[in-house]
Nanobody, 122 residues
C-alpha cells in the first residue's frame, strides 16, 4: 500500500509563511512528478506548484515569487514553502504524487494525500 501524509498546515497571519511537507511511504519504488494542490470554498481545485522528476518547477501565477517547491527522492518527500501569505491562500492543500509500486515495467499511478488546512488571517 501507499500512503501520503501531509504536515505543516495551520493558522498563520497574513504576511507570514508556512512550510508544508508530504511524505510518501509504503510500496512506492519510483517517483514521478509531485505537486501541491489547493482548494478554497467556492473555488475549484487548482495546482499550486509541481516539480518533475528532473526537478523542473511549475508554479501558479498567483503564487509565483512567493512559493518554492522541492523534493527529496531519498526521503520520498515533496515540500512547499509559501511566503508573504494572503487570506486568499487559505484552503485545503493536498499533495499528489505520481508513483510506481512495482518493477520498472509497472504502471504509473497518481496518489493523493488527505490534505492539510492552511488558514491565513488578516
Amino acid at each position: 500500500q501507499v500512503e501520503l501524509v501531509e504536515s505543516g498546515g495551520g493558522l498563520v497571519q497574513a504576511g507570514g509563511s508556512v512550510s508544508l511537507s508530504c511524505a510518501a511511504s509504503g510500496s512506492i519504488t519510483s517517483l514521478g512528478a509531485m505537486g501541491w494542490y489547493r482548494q478554497a470554498p467556492g473555488n475549484q481545485r487548482e495546482l499550486v506548484a509541481s516539480i518533475s522528476s528532473s526537478e523542473r518547477e511549475t508554479y501558479a501565477e498567483s503564487v509565483k515569487g512567493r512559493c518554492t517547491i522541492s523534493r527529496d527522492n531519498a526521503k520520498n518527500t515533496v515540500d512547499l514553502r509559501m511566503n508573504s501569505l494572503k487570506p486568499a491562500d487559505t484552503g485545503g492543500y493536498c499533495c499528489r504524487v505520481r508513483g510506481r509500486t512495482g518493477p520498472g515495467w509497472g504502471t504509473w499511478e497518481d496518489y493523493w494525500g488527505r490534505g492539510t488546512q492552511v488558514t491565513v488571517s488578516s
